[in-house]
């Protein structure tokens, strides 16, 4: 071993004495002169982020809370809703009973199973998604892709599109700006809210009204929630099946959905009063 190239390698100089002192060092080896192999990002590349959930409905009410007051009184007093209604009726007009149904925001995560393409309305696709989430999301109008985009009705009778098992129509999506429509898009173009947004027949109701609905004041915005909902909503979204008297209400997540119509069942009927005085800061933000 030659000093002088040991000495214009401090490194090798020091491993060599080291190996001259410890029997079997392979200092010596042929690996040892290889350099370090460069880091595999393929493997860092191999890692798929958690499927987007959707937002958190009671936060976001919250934040949007339009009412000024708490109710005491539980809504299932039949008397209790003829006192508000009477109430309101005195400055607002009723429009009647409307058939009463909601509507929420599937999440493709909730779903497995097989596969089928999503498109736009140019039938170019935008995701390959769950089938069951897709004949949800046929239905509903709105939802979240497992990439965490969220999708929304653009255009009827795409002859791309797998048939909706639920309405028989074929429909293309638009991707939108998550931040701007977390929840999906209404029928005016505008963010739809939970708990604040329903659809309506526009020649009924039309779109911007707020409405009052006292079946639904002081019921509790989910399962075990402190926060119950002052009974004020905004017409801001239309439905292929939301014909004549009818209201359909976003409630953002299935949960809710089954919660609120366990309170207030689906075809029970509700009371529509336009032009309440306690919703006149009904508005969108």
Request: hydrophobic letters at 35%.
């Amino acid at each position: 071993m030659e000093i002088s190239r040991m000495a214009s390698n401090p490194g090798g100089l020091l491993l060599s004495l080291c190996c001259l002192l410890v029997p079997g060092c392979a200092g010596s080896g042929a690996w040892s002169a290889e350099p370090s192999p460069e880091y595999d990002d393929s493997i860092a590349g191999s890692f798929t982020p958690p499927a987007a959930k959707r937002p958190n409905v009671a936060e976001h009410y919250r934040v949007r809370r339009i009412g000024a007051t708490q109710p005491e009184n539980p809504v299932k007093q039949p008397e209790v809703v003829e006192e508000r209604l009477a109430i309101a009726g005195g400055s607002g007009r009723v429009l009647g009973t409307f058939r009463n149904t909601y509507y929420d925001f599937p999440a493709e995560s909730d779903f497995g199973g097989e596969t089928t393409p999503l498109f736009d309305a140019g039938c170019q696709p935008i995701a390959q998604v769950k089938t069951q989430f897709h004949d949800q999301l046929c239905v509903q109008g709105s939802g979240l892709l497992s990439s965490g985009s969220t999708v929304s009705f653009a255009k009827r009778d795409c002859g791309c599109a797998r048939v909706c098992p639920k309405t028989q129509q074929q429909i293309c999506y638009e991707s939108l700006d998550k931040r701007k429509f977390p929840w999906g898009r209404g029928a005016q173009g505008t963010a739809i809210t939970p708990l604040l947004t329903v659809a309506v027949d526009s020649d009924v109701v039309g779109l911007g009204a707020a409405l009052y609905i006292p079946e639904y004041e002081g019921l509790p915005i989910e399962p075990g929630s402190t926060t119950v909902h002052d009974g004020c909503f905004i017409a801001e979204d239309r439905g292929l099946k939301v014909k004549g008297k009818h209201v359909d209400i976003f409630t953002g997540d299935p949960v809710i959905t089954r919660f609120w119509n366990r309170q207030v069942p689906s075809n029970k009927g509700v009371t529509v009063v336009l032009e309440a005085p306690q919703c006149a800061r009904a508005r969108r933000d």
